[in-house]
């Protein structure tokens, strides 16, 4: 395989990664805020939507990646998926009170159309998690090899701050004017049109073929003690990336919601925008220092500026501080899951590339948004955070600044993970070999082959790679 990319996979990872995190966002961000402002204002309805979405995914995850690799194809799990996605997006816009009272008149209208949303949520994250968790990430690592995988991850880290740009600057003016079925119908089109384009655009890698192992054994495979201990590089990185996402978690379900209540800044896009635009500019600045700086410097570096931003996100009032301190925290978040992202992917055995996106999941998004949502709920509820509608006079619960001190402290927790990380690597070449071959003695010689004959394939050289290993730096 060519060690450059050339232009049509290009085109299909900024495309398909810029519009399935636009999907994503869809969910992720303002779908919160659809229920918070149309539904109810129960914070914990919020919560248990983000995390029954989380579980549907890891699942939906776990089952097709694996299937993925069992039928050699990720092209049309990719483009049916992006087609059906944008259906799914549409369908919120009919899910209302006033459709749920006209249906079911003896029901309680609130909590009917939450259930309703909760369910509708699922639904498009198993379709979603089908086209871009499960597929669309194992291609980007069929195509990819060592010396370009970290380019493209460069450009995927992006993705997630670019889409909420596009949306900030294009679409929030319609949720602010209450135009949700305008809103979700738009998004959802342009999504449905990318699996349309998918279909002539995504090649499926030459090197991708139909895995006949059973599929039972292939779904519990990466859950197994013996497979965890022959790629422990791989499961200390999915352990920082859950520490990271739990923090991340905390308050990005409520971003929004706080922004617009607790700090009273009704005029936020050009504020995001900002910390959006900058924090990605800074990122890129990253890609270069990485294969130019020691880890050891750029890694604390990463955690200071998360937690000084987070500190400062406490304090902050203005538009001005929110500003400054929102850029110093999310340039701190995406350093931290550069160091991780293609790290994962060279760690990651090469024959069971589409199982591993679902094993992902379990530690990126189904422990994180089962967790976060739920510290952020239970902060803001014993910090006593009530917004009062200055027409009505009503008071409903908001999201405090106490959403970012303990986003700072989870975050923090991410230094056990790389303290094993820093003793594996100091005694990784005394001791790996006997590891390894007591485990082969110990565990099933069928199952550990096929490990390490994919651990010899990555040849990955380090945890989160040596600081000669020249890297060019995602979420």
């Not at 450059?4 to 996979?9: C, S, Y």
């Not at 259930?115 to 949520?121: G, L, Q, R």
């Amino acid at each position: 395989m060519k060690e450059k990319l050339g232009a049509r996979v290009w085109l299909s990872i900024v495309l398909f990664g810029l519009v399935g995190q636009i999907a994503w966002m869809v969910e992720n961000m303002y779908l919160n805020v659809y229920l918070y402002k149309t539904v109810t204002y129960d914070l914990n309805a919020t919560s248990a939507m983000v995390a029954s979405s989380a579980v549907v995914a890891t699942v939906v995850t776990l089952f097709a990646g694996g299937f993925s690799d069992r039928v050699g194809k990720r092209r049309l799990f990719i483009s049916i998926g992006y087609v059906l996605w944008g259906a799914s997006v549409f369908a919120f816009a009919l899910i209302t009170k006033e459709n749920s009272q006209k249906l079911f008149p003896s029901a309680d209208a609130v909590a009917l159309t939450t259930v309703m949303i909760i369910v509708m949520d699922c639904l498009m994250t198993a379709i979603g998690s089908t086209a871009n968790d499960a597929a669309f990430n194992a291609w980007i690592t069929d195509v990819t090899t060592h010396g370009t995988r970290a380019k493209a991850e460069g450009v995927l880290q992006v993705m997630p701050l670019a889409a909420l740009l596009v949306i900030f600057g294009v679409f929030d003016s319609f949720t602010q004017n209450g135009q949700w079925m305008l809103f979700f119908g738009v998004l959802g089109a342009i999504t449905t049109a990318m699996g349309i384009a998918g279909i002539f655009l995504i090649k499926d890698s030459p090197d991708l073929k139909p895995k006949k192992e059973s599929f039972v054994k292939e779904l519990v495979y990466g859950f197994r003690p013996s497979v965890v201990k022959q790629n422990k590089n791989l499961y200390l990185i999915y352990a920082a990336v859950c520490v990271i996402g739990i923090a991340n978690n905390i308050y990005m379900s409520y971003l929004i919601i706080y922004v617009e209540y607790f700090l009273g800044i009704k005029d936020y896009v050009l504020m995001l925008g900002a910390i959006l635009i900058l924090s990605a500019v800074f990122s890129v600045v990253f890609g270069f220092l990485r294969g130019k700086v020691s880890l050891k410097i750029l890694l604390p570096a990463s955690l200071a500026l998360y937690t000084v931003g987070g500190l400062m996100m406490f304090f902050a009032r203005n538009v001005w501080f929110v500003s400054v301190s929102g850029i110093i925290m999310m340039t701190g978040y995406l350093w931290e899951m550069a160091l991780l992202s293609a790290s994962m992917r060279d760690n990651t055995p090469k024959d069971k590339v589409g199982h591993f996106q679902g094993i992902r999941m379990v530690f990126s998004v189904l422990i994180p948004m089962c967790v976060g949502p739920f510290i952020g709920a239970y902060v803001s509820s014993t910090s006593n955070g009530i917004y009062i509608d200055p027409t009505t006079g009503a008071e409903q619960p908001v999201p405090t600044n106490y959403i970012f001190l303990a986003a700072v402290v989870v975050n923090f927790l991410i230094v056990i993970p790389l303290a094993f990380m820093l003793a594996k690597r100091k005694g990784g070449a005394a001791t790996s070999g006997g590891e390894e071959e007591k485990t082969q003695a110990d565990g099933d010689k069928e199952e550990n082959a096929s490990a390490d004959t994919a651990r010899e394939e990555s040849a990955p050289t380090d945890i989160l790679r040596a600081e000669n290993a020249p890297v060019d730096g995602r979420r």
